[in-house]
């Protein structure tokens, strides 16, 4: 008897990405719906897409979905959480959306140290407004807004979310991963149960980085992108844990039970 | 009933609570603290009560837009400038259908202005205020009565036609105290299938107000409309005060209201029949109810906290069919009913 391998998750609806050939966000949805049918929690999931490329992640995901305005998506997503404590809540934002125009929403949710989780895509670029420079656009990177390059004095330098959050004592479990290879997306898709089941276990935020391939705004084909991340990207974005407080917070809450 | 006095601003706090608002997320500003406060102090003892003090006036309508998604009674508070960064999260309530109270402590403005009482936030409350071709009811209170009664009305009206609700007063109603009765909330009638609780076995949800398809954004913008007539035709509310016999009637709401009673009290005892006309939804406007008036008085007075909002309306009700004058005190300046008086009386004599 044939025996099943491979499928589509059963939290993926059938419908085809419109993202860009290329694109992390298609590798990134599809991690995000194995995890949320591994750990069983399609049924009780609440994801709040973005303004940004994943826009339309309401059109992907099987779960109940909330769309946020422009980066308040950690807002949204807590006024979600806090309503309903039970229910498994993530928000799914690209760099200008957490970065930029929702930092203020983004920091003080991992401050408070809200039981969410944010899945983060940085591709140092702005997607679907058509290749502006984001606040992890890379020193000299041009973009359709820095035609010379992005410049230190004029532009500042690219945000670093991982390291920034990991100086606050809310947040519980940061990493950051990319998915430019079969590897580094078995690392991304571990990081992001990780992350869903810090959430499970109720203790805390937890937020996943995703150094994501552009091709379309990057002008480069889908093999340079991937190479781009391993020799530019992650050299300014390095990868790795960040933060990791799940043990600890684990053991103060299970001696209180 | 037990009659209680407390001020303005822990009315509405109480009478969200009672009316069984659970979620509340609010940002420090002044003339409204109070509110956030009793907020803080009470969610806390009542069961599933959710009080976040937020990191600005946009997470915090960011929030209340979650929770209500998620079927919380959800109220959110602030004053003019603070309201102003709320546009963004209101206009996306309204489009997407989430039931909400946001209550706006006026004061003197624009800009960061001043926080002494005022209204010069009429428009932006009446005309949608944020992006796009929406509607916002507008509860103006006039008493502390009123700030209790109307306040649970909102949560109800917001549940019934899925669209945000504004309680619309100014730092003098918030601060000050009078006594009042707490009447009996009804059950909540809000249909579980509005919210996203997750999908269980079954199918999912989405909430989203992108709508890229032009036609379908377009439907969707006259069922909003469709709503927003209907609600124009039954929700329309307004007081009359010695109309009876009135040769000269004011117009007034909230504050200006109050002050218009006691100027009319002065000029009666002197003889001239005035009268008050007090819209008390602003949005809806009782415009038809004051163009019926207008078949029997010719002669009015509009009188505002600013320097001429609620006026347009007035126009637009009483243009061809009576005399329209006009009385502002902008910025934060709340005049004395004698100075009110001192101007009607100039205008009941001009008219005759």
């Known amino acids: 008897m044939a025996k099943k391998l491979f499928s589509r998750p059963k939290s993926l609806k059938e419908a085809g990405f419109h993202y860009c050939p290329g694109c992390g966000h298609s590798i990134t949805h599809r991690l995000v719906a194995e995890v949320i049918d591994e750990l069983g929690i399609r049924g ?32 949204t997503a807590t006024g979600i959480k806090r309503a309903l404590p039970d229910r498994i809540v993530f928000s799914y934002q690209g760099d200008g959306d957490l970065a930029a125009i929702g930092i203020a929403e983004s920091f003080h949710a991992a401050n408070r140290g809200e039981n969410i989780t944010v899945i983060f895509i940085n591709n140092a670029v702005y997607g679907m407004t058509g290749g502006q420079m984001a606040p992890t656009t890379m020193l000299d990177q041009k973009t359709t807004t820095t035609p010379a390059g992005r410049n230190k004095t004029l532009d500042g330098y690219p945000v670093k979310v991982c390291e920034t959050f990991s100086q606050l004592k809310g947040p519980t479990y940061l990493e950051r991963v990319t998915v430019n290879s079969p590897a580094s997306v078995n690392k991304a898709k571990k990081a992001i149960k990780k992350a869903f089941q810090c959430q499970m276990d109720g203790l805390g935020f937890s937020l996943v980085e995703i150094l994501s391939p552009c091709p379309t705004n990057w002008k480069m084909t889908s093999v340079a992108a991937c190479k781009w991340i391993d020799e530019v990207m992650s050299k300014e974005f390095p990868l790795g844990v960040f933060k990791d407080n799940m043990a600890a917070v684990k053991k103060p809450a299970e001696a209180a039970s | 009933m037990t009659k ?71 109220m959110t508070s602030s004053s003019s400038p603070g309201i102003s960064l709320k546009q963004e999260g209101i206009s996306s309530m309204a489009a997407n259908e989430l039931p909400g109270v946001i209550v706006n402590i006026m004061r003197g403005s624009p800009g960061l202005g001043n926080i002494r009482p005022s209204q010069g936030d009429y428009f932006q409350a009446t005309r949608g205020g944020g992006h796009g071709d929406y509607r916002t009811i507008v509860f103006a209170p006039a008493t502390c009565q009123e700030l209790a009664d109307l306040t649970m009305n909102a949560f109800d009206l917001a549940d019934i ?21 707490f009447k009996k909330p009804k059950p909540r009638q809000y249909s579980e299938k509005f919210m996203l609780r997750g999908a269980g076995q079954g199918k999912s949800k989405f909430i989203r107000s992108l709508i890229l398809d ?53 000029l009666r005892e002197n003889g001239m029949k005035v009268g008050l006309f007090r819209p008390i939804t602003l949005w809806p406007f009782p415009e038809l109810k004051l163009r019926t008036l207008s078949k029997k008085v010719k002669n009015y007075l509009v009188f505002e906290l600013s320097t001429g909002q609620m006026l347009d309306d007035v126009r637009l009700a009483l243009q061809g069919y009576a005399d329209i004058g006009f009385h502002g005190r902008p ?18 004599e001009k008219a005759d």
């Not at chain 1, 305005?69 to 950690?74: I, L, N, S, T, Y």
């Not at chain 2, 009359?240 to 009135?246: G, L, N, V």
């Not at chain 2, 910025?331 to 009941?348: F, I, S």
Request: with cysteine; proline share 5%; net charge negative.
């Open chain 2, 4 to 74: 209680v006095l407390m001020s303005g601003n822990n009315i509405i706090g109480e009478a969200a609570i009672r009316a069984g608002c659970r979620f509340y997320a609010g940002y420090p500003i002044t003339p409204q603290n109070e509110l956030t406060e009793y907020m803080a102090e009470h969610m806390r003892t009542v069961e599933g009560g959710v009080f976040i003090q937020s990191e600005s006036e946009i997470a915090a309508i960011h929030m209340i837009v979650g929770a209500s998604s998620a079927g919380a009674r959800v």
């Open chain 2, 331 to 348: 910025g934060g300046v709340v005049p004395t009913p004698a100075e009110l008086a001192n101007v009607a009386a100039r205008h009941y």
């Open chain 2, 161 to 181: 036609y899925r669209t945000p609700v504004m309680i619309l007063a100014d730092g003098m109603m918030g601060q000050m105290m009078e006594p009042v009765v």
């Open chain 1, 44 to 75: 009780i999931t609440i994801g709040v897409p973005p303004a940004g490329c994943a826009v339309l992640a309401y059109n992907y995901f099987d779960v109940d979905m909330l769309e946020a305005q422009h980066g308040r998506g950690p807002a």
């Open chain 2, 214 to 266: 032009a036609i379908d954004m377009e439907e969707h913008n006259w069922k909003l409309a469709r709503k927003y007539q209907i609600i124009t035709e039954k929700e329309t509310l307004h007081e009359e005060y010695k109309t009876e016999d009135a040769e000269l009637v004011i117009v007034a709401y909230g504050t200006a209201a109050r002050i218009a009673k006691g100027a009319i009290k002065r």
